[in-house]
């Protein structure tokens, strides 16, 4: 998952990276509405993570505007604004998910993997791919029933092609999925990672599509 954070508290925003770093997920972190509507129209994004109360307006104002331009990314709201009515609000404005400050790390986790589930139209915990399944919920693999170790980004590109086992993925859209910004980007990083996988799930588990990407071989 690549998750864009918006939270102007310096302190929630460290915690909530560290939290979902650990959990495999690649974040970037903005302060602002404005700073997050260009993220947005410049990058894709699995979910957002998005404060109601920022320094240069509302996050419902902003949500409500690229629900309007048409942007689906799921969002979670985040604030301290916890009565029953802000909840509403938020919903009614288009966000797929709430949660009042404070919170717990692994809820706010869960909660990001189901609406990311739903957007992906998807009810299982787990992805399939013949003998290969994939627990996005506690990063790990199977291939025939027997644990497959991943490194952290071994796991993200898998993670990649298997949620849409059939469409081909690019390099560039495989490395927004292996790095935040600010994070150098090797230039190998993404071929490396595809050796690495074929070695410990089958030469012939990914398909390279010369010029073009990469995807889940056919069954």
Do not use: Q
Request: charge should be negative; proline fraction near 4%; hydrophobic fraction near 45%.
């Amino acid at each position: 998952m690549r998750i864009l954070v918006v939270e102007d508290d310096a302190m929630i925003a460290d915690g909530i990276r560290a939290g979902l770093t650990l959990a495999g997920a690649s974040i970037d972190c903005v302060a602002n509405c404005e700073d997050a509507a260009a993220a947005l129209a410049a990058n894709t994004f699995s979910a957002v993570v998005l404060d109601v109360m920022l320094p240069d307006g509302s996050g419902i104002d902003l949500l409500r505007k690229l629900r309007a331009g048409g942007d689906t990314t799921p969002v979670l709201l985040l604030t301290a604004l916890d009565e029953v009515g802000d909840r509403i609000a938020g919903l009614d404005s288009g966000a797929d998910d709430y949660l009042g400050k404070p919170f717990d790390l692994d809820e706010l986790g869960a909660r990001l993997r189901a609406i990311i589930r739903r957007r992906d139209g998807r009810a299982a915990t787990c992805l399939e791919h013949g003998a290969i399944r994939l627990f996005p919920a506690d990063n790990n693999a199977t291939l025939d029933g027997a644990p497959v170790p991943l490194s952290r980004r071994e796991f993200a590109v898998l993670h990649a092609l298997m949620e849409r086992p059939g469409v081909l993925r690019s390099r560039g859209e495989l490395e927004e999925r292996l790095y935040g910004w600010g994070d150098e980007v090797e230039s190998n990083a993404v071929e490396v990672h595809v050796h690495n996988l074929r070695a410990k799930l089958g030469r012939a588990a990914i398909e390279t599509v010369r010029g073009v990407g990469y995807r889940m071989r056919p069954l």
